[in-house]
């Protein structure tokens, strides 16, 4: 499977980063512990449930009592997609964020190639109801919330009708929260690719304002970067000296185990000399670099 507007298909030579070792996996976690590590996000340009020591990953998590911060592309392969299976991801994550790129069979074929529309829906409402029953039975143990990871393009720009379907749907099935993020672009990327999917910034004002609204009316929390005022500011950009940086308590481990201090995939997926690369005033642009 290789979505359209996943990074790697937005890069000029399209291949991963490869695989990384549970040994790199291991000593990053357990270097970050000493700094009062608060959670691990399993990140990947795929899907995390396929990472070969996924289930040892869980483990030393799990042992560490730091909670996993997942997000999946709905699919829940081979045992994940078990009760069983989903019952642990819910013990053991924080937040549960599940990919949604379309809202019917056509878009979301095209938007996730082999991926089933009515497989998706079928295994986040078992996974929401699980949850439900989850929480009334634990008693004070955290069991983790569940959120839809929506992103926006020129094929899934819901109208007024299509959102009041999607806040109807998630909040009878006990979805949490829905993250509304219009699609990101690499410099890098084709412009026939930006053509077809990219959107307008008329038309993220127009989205903002009906998810605004719209989100008044539901019991289900809607964040999101579509409502950060940087990007609704007449696309002026971002004054770093006044916006502080939301990511300046994170590290992003490469599979090679060299760090970055900053999450924008122009650095690692397209041009880093770009513009698009890093803030004119970023703190973290000359941060020092080492691996695990």
Known sequence: MLCPL????QRQAKFGLGEMPFATVRAAIENALKEGLREVIPSTMGEPLLYSHFAELLELCEASGVPLNLTTNGSFPGKWGTEEGMRR?????????????GFDDAVFSEMMPGGDFSQWKSNVERLASLARTERAAAGD???????????L?????????AVHSILHWAQSIGIDRIKWNPAVFLSTAPDEL????ALEPDKILALNSLLVQSAKSSKVRCEGSLFFEP??????PCREDSIPCPFDD???VLPDGSV????????????PASSMAQCSRCLMRNAPRHKF
């Open 141 to 151: 143990e955290p069991v983790s919330t569940i959120s839809l990871q929506v992103t």
């Open 260 to 271: 970055q201090y900053c999450p924008n995939p122009e650095r690692r997926y397209g041009n």
């Open 153 to 161: 393009h020129k094929k899934f720009a819901p109208d007024a009708g």
């Open 231 to 236: 990007l609704l500011a007449a696309q002026e």
């Open 250 to 252: 994170e590290l992003w």
């Open 6 to 9: 996943c990074f790697l298909a």
């Open 89 to 101: 991801l819910l013990h053991a994550c924080s937040d549960i964020k599940v990919s949604c790129m």
């Open 194 to 197: 930006v053509r077809q999917y």
